[in-house]
């Protein structure tokens, strides 16, 4: 991989042929991360805060989302045909943290990786488990529930817990004040990562804590 600075983070649009094989239409895919635009690889500066991404083909069809760019990691966007796209952190020390569970279950403080995210060969036909994605909410005015891409709304606060990975891709998340709306975006989480979502201010973000 090429060296980057030690503020950037590096993002590579992958499989320029096949994002139409995946249902996306026919085209040149377009990456957009913070101000920057490319159809390959591109070089962004690192936040610590989730920045906004956008992919596109021929400025049309375009999906928006919320990514890390962490100091120094390389990642690669790719068309998935269960979840539109997928975007992988080739830094995220997965190989190397994930263990192998039992058949249908994981040791305790990790949670199953999904196949297409990652598998370990030494697991054999027991499941890969790492480490989950753990989310807090940083709100004023009262409790809030979060929705997972439509699951069941579920109270969130202050406290760290385990959020769902999936297959690396753009969820939908709707934050509700007694049913009321009071933030949604699409993010992408990572295993062993940890975020903040705060709306307690006029300006909603994540940051990477």
Sequence with gaps: MPAIASADATFRLRGNGGWHD?????GTPILVVGQARTTATVTVPASKELVRAQVSVDGKSALGFLIDARDGHHYTVEPDPCCFL?????????AKKARCGGRDSCPAGTVAVDKFVFRKDACGERLTCAAPAM?????AGGPVTLEWD??????????????????????HVVARRAGAV???DSVVLHHGARYTI???G??????ID
């Design 198 to 200: 705060v709306l307690d």
């Design 86 to 94: 997928t975007v992988s952190d080739a830094d995220d020390g997965l």
């Design 135 to 139: 989310v807090r909410v940083r709100v």
């Design 182 to 184: 009071v933030w949604q």
């Design 150 to 171: 439509g699951s069941d709304a579920d109270e969130w606060t202050a406290a760290y817990r385990a959020a769902p990975v999936g297959r690396e891709h753009p969820q």
């Design 202 to 207: 006029a300006r909603p973000h994540v940051t």
């Design 22 to 26: 995946m249902g996306w239409p026919r």
